[in-house]
């Protein structure tokens, strides 16, 4: 069973900077992909941040230019560096993996449980 430890988090003034990691347990699986998402109180989760095996990335609009995601193969883990953070960031992040499985349904989603993020004015 793949297990996603996330850490970081915590509570930030608007403008300051937070950092996200998560460890995630080697699969049997191929990795399509990797990455982050939040979900603040009242609203869908929204996909943030996400990073695929070659290495290409993707952000949401409301992020691009602010965070950066990254991976290190060696620990198993992803980051999320987060900067100019504003009171619209605050959410609760979830680590996030999903797998090409050789059975059905093929595409598969892993997840951690979550982190707080909190941006205060």
């Known amino acids: 069973q793949v297990q996603l430890v996330e850490s970081g988090g915590g509570l930030v003034q608007a403008g300051g900077s937070l950092g996200l990691s998560c460890v995630i347990s080697?699969?049997?699986?191929?990795?399509?992909?990797m990455g982050w998402y939040r979900q603040a109180p009242g609203k869908q989760r929204e996909l943030v941040a996400s990073?695929?095996?070659?290495?290409?990335?993707n952000y949401a609009d409301s992020v691009k230019g602010r965070f950066a995601i990254s991976r290190d193969n060696a620990k198993d883990t992803i980051y999320l560096q987060m900067n100019s953070l504003e009171p619209e960031d605050t959410a609760v992040y979830y680590c996030?993996?999903?797998?090409?499985?050789?059975?059905?349904?093929?595409?598969?989603?892993?997840w951690g449980q979550g982190t707080q993020v909190t941006v205060s004015s």
């Open positions: 996030w993996e999903r797998v090409i499985r050789d059975i059905l349904p093929s595409d598969y989603d892993y």
């Open positions: 080697p699969s049997i699986f191929s990795i399509h992909r």
């Open positions: 990073i695929n095996s070659g290495g290409i990335t």
